[in-house]
T-cell receptor, first 113, second 112 residues
Framework: NAGVMQNPRHLVRRRGQEARLRCSPM?????VYWYRQLPEEGLKFMVY????????ESGMPKERFSAEFPKEGPSILRIQQVVRGDSAAYFC???????????FGPGTRLTVL | EDQVTQSPEALRLQEGESSSLNCSYT??????LFWYRQDPGKGPEFLFT???AGEEKEKERLKATLTKKESFLHITAPKPEDSATYLC?????????????FGKGTLLTVNP
């Protein structure tokens, strides 16, 4: 029973580089959510996706951040031209259609030098 | 705007010393209230969902309760392995009813 999988677990980037974070939902789950956890802050909603559709990206910064969940393969959160303020833990969660409970992955810890 | 406030921020207990964690929330309409446990360096682990005032859920030494304004996570006779950060989150009814709004968590330490 594989849970939500995220990779890489740790990612180090220099300012200006691109960061690409991957998330594979639990088997049978078609809904994916991305959250960000800044130091000393609670988890903050970023984006909600279903296969090939972005349902709500209201929590994502308007520039440099994008997300996708293609028909085949994992969901990807992409951060272009990273800045130090992007350093955080990024968590992916998934849920089955018609259910409320979101199950979280282990997170990707992004460090921007 | 939905808000979740957890207290205390940190709590130290001796093994076997029961206590409660508080989660106060403000939401236009509550769809569900969720409790998660998070260990250092890991993702939140789902514990409970509560949907209506008066509802209670139990799992081992943990019991979650819900009123119209707050939820409590009661820990009975805790053990050192219960040490973790406990997170509370709400899901509002209405348009964005999938979005979880989290509190900052309560860091629980149980000493042997």
């Amino acid at each position: 029973n594989a849970g939500v999988m995220q990779n890489p677990r740790h990612l180090v980037r220099r300012r200006g580089q691109e960061a690409r974070l991957r998330c594979s939902p639990m088997k049978g789950h078609s809904h994916v959510y991305w959250y960000r956890q800044l130091p000393e802050e609670g988890l903050k909603f970023m984006v909600y996706l279903q296969k090939e559709n972005i349902i709500d990206e209201s929590g994502m910064p308007k520039e440099r951040f994008s997300a996708e969940f293609p028909k085949e393969g994992p969901s990807i959160l992409r951060i272009q031209q990273v800045v130090r303020g992007d350093s955080a833990a990024y968590f992916c969660a998934s849920s089955a259609a018609g259910t409320d409970t979101q199950y979280f992955g282990p997170g990707t810890r992004l460090t921007v030098l | 705007e939905d808000q979740v406030t957890q207290s205390p921020e940190a709590l130290r207990l001796q093994e076997g010393e029961s206590s409660s964690l508080n989660c106060s929330y403000t939401v236009s309409g509550l769809r569900g209230l969720f409790w998660y446990r998070q260990d250092p360096g890991k993702g939140p682990e789902f514990l409970f969902t509560l949907y209506s005032a008066g509802e209670e859920k139990e799992k081992e030494r943990l019991k979650a309760t819900l009123t119209k304004k707050e939820s409590f996570l009661h820990i009975t006779a805790p053990k050192p392995e219960d040490s973790a950060t406990y997170l509370c989150a709400v899901q509002a009814s209405g348009g964005s009813n999938y979005k979880l709004t989290f509190g900052k968590g309560t860091l629980l330490t149980v000493n042997p």
